[in-house]
Every structure is written in structure tokens, then in C-alpha cells.
């Protein structure tokens, strides 16, 4: 399998989908979180969140402790089919292609797996979670 190059577009409609993904499964989210995840800067996640409201988004961002970026109140986003990418990524990821983290494979694993979780009933969601925050997997070298 050859290396995927992106163009800056390309790494751009990531990000964006990749917030999206993330404020609907976490509900609040810091800029500095999402920029950490995605290796950016949070003047990136600003521009980014500044996009997704000039798309019609409704973000809703509150500072000092305690607040972070959500979406508001009872919007969700239509993001749910799979592209070809999110189904090669999954199959790498479950035949032990294992990711560096906060890699490409990585990022493009956890979007996959959030398009995923946001298909499921909450109930379903609320158990996966707590079966997956059982493990811990150390993934450095030895």
C-alpha cells in the first residue's frame, strides 16, 4: 500500500470533520484538546470552528473553567456513511496494523470508529465505552 499524500484541502475537510465527530460524541471539547489530537495549532482549531459556523454549524464556545466548544443543544450532523478510506483504515487496525500515535492511520482509525459509535443507540455507546476505559495499551517501544 503506497503513502497517502494529502493536499492541504484534504487535511483541512479532515479537521473539520474530525472536530465535528468529536463535539458530537464528547458534547464540549477544549481548542487545546482538539488541537493536541490533531497536531495543529489552536489558532488553527479557532479558524477551523470559524468555518464550520460560516457553514451554518451552530457552535457555541464558552471560556474560563470549565468551558470548551459543543455544538448546540440538540444538533447533529449527517456525517455517518464510510468512504472507502474508513473501511481500508478499520481493516488495517483489525489486522494488527497497529498506528503510531497520533499518526494518519491513527486519526483516520478513530474518525472511522466515531462515525461508528455515532450510529449506535446510547445505551450501547454508554457500554462500549466503559469496556474500552477498562484497557490501557501501551504502545511505546521496548
Not at 493536499?7 to 473539520?16: C, F, K, P, S, V
Not at 484538546?33 to 495549532?41: C, G, Q
Not at 464558552?62 to 481493516?91: C, P, R, V, W
Request: hydrophobic fraction near 35%.
Amino acid at each position: 500500500m503506497g503513502v497517502t499524500r494529502y493536499t492541504r484541502e484534504q487535511m483541512r475537510l479532515n479537521r473539520l470533520i474530525y472536530i465535528l465527530l468529536t463535539l458530537e460524541k464528547e458534547k464540549k471539547v477544549t481548542a487545546k484538546k482538539l488541537a493536541s489530537e490533531l497536531e495543529t495549532s489552536i489558532r488553527t482549531i479557532y479558524r477551523d470552528i470559524d468555518t464550520l459556523c460560516s457553514a451554518g454549524i451552530p457552535i457555541c464556545a464558552e471560556s474560563g473553567q470549565g468551558g470548551g466548544i459543543s455544538l448546540m443543544a440538540g444538533y447533529q450532523t449527517q456525517i455517518k456513511h464510510f468512504d472507502k478510506d474508513d473501511i481500508i483504515y478499520l481493516f488495517l487496525n483489525g489486522i494488527g496494523v497497529k498506528a503510531e500515535k497520533s499518526g494518519i492511520l491513527d486519526k483516520h482509525t478513530d474518525m472511522s470508529l466515531k462515525k461508528i459509535i455515532k450510529t449506535l443507540p446510547k445505551t450501547q455507546t454508554e457500554e462500549i465505552q466503559e469496556i474500552v476505559g477498562r484497557f490501557v495499551v501501551d504502545s511505546s517501544p521496548w
